[in-house]
């Protein structure tokens, strides 16, 4: 049974931090891509920052580089989003997302919600 839970999100002023996690099982972590995308209410999804393995090479929209880090860890099979410096455009609901195999299979989480307000 795959499942993807993403945890983390929440109410924060602007300028704060928040970090998210997708915790994940029911496949081959270390063969996949993993990616965070968000979508805020009436806007369609993004991409916000991807990371491969091997290598962990990591791609983030413009809006998030400087600000944002992807990052996974293979032995508990999750992948981290830490966010800094978050700003009222960053609201939306935040879902993890996994790519791989042959043939590609794709999994994702059901997401967790960031609201940047004062």
């Known amino acids: 049974q795959v499942q993807l839970v993403e945890s983390g999100g929440g109410l924060v002023q602007p300028g704060g931090s928040l970090r998210l996690s997708c915790a994940t099982s029911?496949?081959?972590?270390?063969?996949?891509?993993l990616s965070w995308y968000r979508q805020a209410p009436g806007k369609e999804r993004e991409l916000v920052a991807r990371i491969t393995n091997p290598g962990f090479t990591r791609i983030y929209i413009d809006s998030a580089k400087g600000r944002f880090t992807i990052s996974r860890d293979n032995a508990k099979n999750t992948v981290y989003l830490q966010m800094i410096s978050l700003k009222p455009e960053d609201t939306a609901v935040y879902s993890c997302n996994a790519v791989g195999g042959i043939p590609v299979m794709q999994y994702w989480g059901q997401g967790t919600p960031v609201t940047v307000s004062s």
């Open positions: 029911g496949f081959t972590f270390s063969d996949y891509t």
